[in-house]
């Protein structure tokens, strides 16, 4: 029954979103303000539908209503409760019906704090969201309905892809679509300011807070998807450049290069035709990103549960958005008026270089991930394009960017000066370049690039230091005037360089990688084993029966020197409902490194064999990615961005704007 | 080639599972192995979902590993195994396409939109440059003399 609920309820959400996409934008278009003032309404009935549907599905999850063909393939009634409230999303159908739950909550979110919005801008933002809702409600009703019924009702679930059964299921993928779908934000601003060919500071300030909240979402989202990975695939990797992890690398970079102009747009005014652009690249690339996943045209290491007839649906969506953002914009942006001007060197002037290499960078992932799939259609000829194609293309475009950083940083708006902020950052130059001499001295012999990598982080964790320091010291001011004027300094300042200290962080982190020790032996007990520092040795082997999986585990104890320390266990599990083994890999953390350990076989005569990775300052890759999306939540809690959100400010004079528009 | 694909794909299922190179397949010689290893992570496992040949499981990519190794024992160079392995296996052996006349957009397309992106920015901070700032005439200077003077006023 609450099964059919759902059904309609998603039914209904896709009626009364059509109502969100045409009335208002109607009501826009010949300004009439009850039509407008729809907008609102509309997105909370189509956001309260939407998450009905979405709990009728998950009581069923809950419940373990096998009735359902979705949650018969996607769940078993042994389950535990977090992965029976999950597995939700842990396949097509679910994890589109979340998509969009996000999509529509952003766009109730949006009508909620939009007070201070002028009526029109506000009214034509939500009927876009309302026509993304549209489409991808269609979707899922015609083509990845999650709601159908069986008719022989089985006795029992098949079970969660055991991949897939971890706690990263919980937080990554609804952390990710966070991310993904909250660029939509963006875009329907984007396309709310073209048809009403007016774009100022004021449309900055209400656009940056929703790209800044999906920007933290999904740097948490990837970096948390490349934990999950880590750990989870076995073999010690973290990054791979796989379609789908390309899939969301893309709108991250476009979304980061747009973090960047739209502060240009609102600071100076300056920037605007390209800020609306980028607003519109962004969100394609996460809607290009969900056509890759869900439509099973790339093969990855991540792809599950895709299907190539559903593609074909996805793909008129994308060509409908994508297409009709890009054409609103050839059409209407010429009329966009440019504003502020600046000199070369300066804090703009820096911002543009920023993306120009961001939005080159997500060319090159672009390039790459599509390139096989393109040749292969044109002439029939199959080539891969993997991990050293990036590696050799988006890799030094990131260098040369992060190299830039610090000197963006510390440059002022409008006319900056390149020798001044040189001397300033003589001292962060310095202390870079002797880290990187010391970590060459310490490390004689071993590989050349990882120094100089670690000369890069230090060298945007001094920058981002200068930058606060030389904000907040003078020569001649006591330290209780030093830090009041610390305290004092805007939150979004503390961001931005927490931020980019954390790029510093993640960049230390994948140069130690070259650093590391990989081990490989069949051991038998008692046998040791160097693995970098540390020495292990095999305890025991034993069978183990846990909630839902059976194992076989092998456990080793840790010596350093002569110290002990503790016990790692990696094993082989096999989940009960599907009879797939995976490998199950032991972590142990000793500072910023960690001992990985990923067990082979166990063999009958009771030997093991095994592979043991020493991966120093390891932890440092993902630590920075929390310190960026630290940095960007404090960005987020600024006054001055608060107040863009705030509902409690008053509603700007309608007929104010109309009279300059 | 097709039905070959589903062949060796169904090996790969009917078996369990084992981890990317063995203890057993390491080669004494360490610049060899080095070598070994360096040109495996640059070859595809051919029934893998994107994986190297030198971190997958599958039971094809231990032969290509084994059968790299062996050549290498042999005195053959990087090249003259790749061409090898692209000669029995196609292009798409290689994780790193190879520059070619198909592939000179995937190699230089990022670089050229770099260079393209800084012509049109330089281009476009000269015209900026162009543009004059008027000078206020003799009215405007009055009226901003008035404004600073009332500011003072009140100020005081």
């Known amino acids: 029954m609450s099964v059919e609920l759902g059904h309609f309820a998603l039914i209904l959400a896709f009626a009364t979103a059509l109502m969100q996409t045409i009335l208002p934008m109607w009501g826009a278009l010949t300004r009439d303000p009850a039509l407008a003032g729809m907008a609102r309404y509309s997105a909370f009935v189509t956001f309260g539908l939407v998450l009905l549907a979405y709990l009728a599905l998950t009581m069923a999850y809950v419940g373990s209503d096998f009735s359902v063909a979705n949650v018969v393939m996607n769940s078993h009634s042994t389950k535990p409760l977090m992965y029976k409230i999950s597995g939700v999303w842990s396949n097509h159908e679910g994890s589109m019906l979340l998509w969009v739950l996000i999509l529509v909550l952003f766009a109730a979110l949006v009508a909620l704090r939009g007070g201070g919005m002028p009526e029109r801008l506000l009214a034509s933002v939500l009927s876009v969201q309302g026509g993304i809702a549209c489409a991808f409600l269609l979707f899922i009703l015609l083509t990845s309905n999650p709601f159908l019924r069986v008719t022989d009702v089985p006795f029992e679930g098949q079970g969660l892809n055991p991949i897939l059964e971890d706690p990263g299921l919980a937080i990554h993928p609804p952390m990710l679509y966070l991310g993904y779908v909250g660029f939509s934000v963006a875009f329907s601003f984007a396309v709310g300011a073209l048809v009403h060919g007016r774009i100022d500071a004021v449309w900055a300030r209400f656009v940056r807070p929703w790209t800044l909240l999906a920007w933290v979402f999904l740097t948490l989202g990837i970096a948390m998807g490349s934990y999950w990975a880590y750990y989870e695939l076995g073999w010690g990797g973290w990054w791979f450049w796989d379609p789908v992890e390309n899939a969301s690398l893309m709108p991250w970079l476009m979304g980061t290069a747009l973090l960047h102009s739209t502060i240009v747009m609102e600071k100076r005014d300056a920037l605007k035709v390209w800020t609306i652009l980028l607003s519109i690249l962004t969100f394609s690339l996460s809607l290009l990103g969900t056509f890759l996943v869900r439509s099973g045209v790339i093969t990855s290491v991540h792809s599950f549960a895709s299907d190539p007839a559903r593609g074909v649906f996805i793909l008129g969506i994308l060509t409908l958005f994508i297409g009709g953002g890009l054409a609103l914009f050839a059409w209407r942006a010429p009329s966009l008026k440019q504003g502020g001007l600046f000199a070369p060197v300066s804090r703009e002037g820096a911002l543009v270089v920023n993306n120009l290499f961001l939005a080159t960078s997500a060319v090159a992932v672009l390039v790459g991930t599509l390139y096989p799939l393109a040749l292969e259609t044109i002439n029939g000829s199959k080539i891969s394009v993997g991990a050293p194609y990036f590696n050799l293309t988006a890799i030094p475009l990131f260098v040369c960017l992060l190299i830039l950083v610090p000197f963006g940083q510390s440059l002022a708006w409008k006319r900056g000066d390149l020798v001044g902020v040189s001397q300033r950052l003589l001292t962060a130059f310095g202390i870079a370049i002797l880290s990187i001499l010391v970590t060459f001295a310490l490390t004689i012999g071993g590989p050349i690039v990882a120094p100089l990598g670690v000369g890069l982080g230090v060298w945007l964790i001094m920058g981002s230091a200068t ?195 | 080639m097709r039905w070959l694909l589903g062949l060796v794909l169904m090996a790969f299922m009917a078996t369990t599972p084992l981890l990317a190179v063995e203890p057993d397949e390491i080669l004494k010689d360490r610049q060899l192995e080095e070598r070994a290893r360096a040109l495996s ?116």
């Open chain 1, 467 to 661: 930058e606060v320091i030389s904000r907040c010291y003078r020569r001649g001011l006591s330290w209780k005037v030093i830090f009041e004027r610390a305290i004092g300094l805007p939150r979004s300042a503390w961001g931005s360089a927490l931020a980019h200290a954390g790029i510093g962080l993640t960049v230390i982190g994948i140069a130690a990688t070259a650093w590391g020790v990989e081990s490989l032996a069949v051991v038998t007990k008692k046998e040791p084993l160097n693995v970098g520092p540390y020495t292990v040795s095999l305890e025991q082997a034993f069978k183990r029966k846990g909630e839902g999986f059976r194992e076989e585990v092998a456990q080793f104890s840790v010596t350093e020197g002569t110290g002990a320390r503790g016990l790692i266990e990696t094993s082989k599990r096999v989940h009960t409902g599907r009879e797939m083994p995976t490998t199950e890999a032991g972590i142990v953390t000793y500072g910023f490194g960690q001992l990985y350990a990923s067990v082979n076989e166990i063999l009958p005569d009771g030997r093991v064999s095994i592979r043991f990775y020493w991966k120093p300052l390891v932890t440092l890759i993902w630590g920075g990615a929390i310190f960026m999306a630290l940095g960007g939540a404090l960005s987020l809690s600024d006054r001055r961005v608060r107040i863009a959100l705030s509902a409690k400010t008053k509603r700007a004079p309608l007929l104010n704007v109309e009279a300059k528009a």
């Open chain 2, 41 to 156: 992570s640059e070859l595809r496992c051919l029934v893998c979902q994107n994986q190297s040949i030198d971190d997958s499981h599958a039971p094809l990519a231990r032969d290509l590993r084994v059968l790299v190794r062996q050549k290498l024992v042999s005195g053959e160079s990087d090249d003259a195994i790749r061409t090898f392995l692209v000669e029995r296996y196609g292009d798409f052996i290689l994780l790193k396409p190879r520059f070619a006349a198909d592939t000179v957009i995937l190699w230089i397309g990022p670089f050229a939109l770099l260079v393209l992106g800084g012509l049109v920015l330089l281009w476009k901070s000269r015209q900026g440059s162009h543009i004059k700032v008027e000078a206020l005439d003799h009215a405007e200077h009055v009226q901003l003399a008035e404004l600073l003077n009332a500011k003072n006023r009140s100020d005081g």
